[in-house]
């Protein structure tokens, strides 16, 4: 029997989760499996995959194949770096405490470039959130000042409209004057 490492779909429409499994290849994609490893999240950035490590170790050491999607899984995690290095073990070329010590150090480096990735997203994150305020605020600057000129220019048109009104009065009441004195 071929056994496979590989995902099984769950979620609702254009929100899917897979669950990682490890079936047998001729069962369905989302039918029976034989045991269930953990979970992919793609949705998430960066994607969360949380999977029992040991039971995935033991299934690939007793030979089960993963897919191309789970096999990326599997080496971004470290499991098949293990197996490489447990090979080795097997074979005599390193000793154990060696194989465990370069693991560990290639799972430090690991951790911490994910955190940076992490850390990054964040700091992208206000970035834009700032870039964002901050074009927001010359907006409204913008139209403050259109509003300003708008009114001025209002200012300006009824400042001649006034001093006509105030010149017709005066006109009115000089051209009064010039009929009285013809009278």
């Not at 949380?50 to 999607?69: S, Y």
């Amino acid at each position: 029997m071929a056994v496979k490492i590989r995902l099984a779909r769950r979620g609702r429409k254009k929100a899917a989760i897979y669950d990682i499994v490890v079936a047998d290849a001729r069962a369905p994609r989302d039918g029976k499996f034989i045991e269930k490893l953990g979970t992919y999240n793609p949705n998430t950035n960066p994607a969360s995959i949380d999977f029992d490590q040991e039971k995935a170790f033991t299934w690939v050491m007793n030979g089960a194949q993963p897919t191309d999607t789970v096999k990326a899984m599997l080496s971004y995690t470290g499991i098949l770096y293990r197996r490489h290095l447990q090979i080795g073990v097997i074979k005599g070329a390193i000793s154990q405490e060696t194989a465990d010590s370069r693991f560990e150090e290639w799972k430090k480096e690991k951790e911490a470039k994910i955190e940076s990735k992490r850390q990054g997203l964040i700091s992208d994150k206000a970035a834009q959130r700032k870039a964002a305020l901050e074009a927001e605020t010359k907006v409204k600057e913008a139209r403050a000042e259109a509003i300003r000129q708008r009114e001025a220019e209002k200012a300006a048109a009824n400042a001649p409209a006034a001093e006509a009104t105030e010149e017709a009065p005066e006109a009115a009441a000089e051209g009064g004057e010039s009929t009285e004195e013809q009278a």
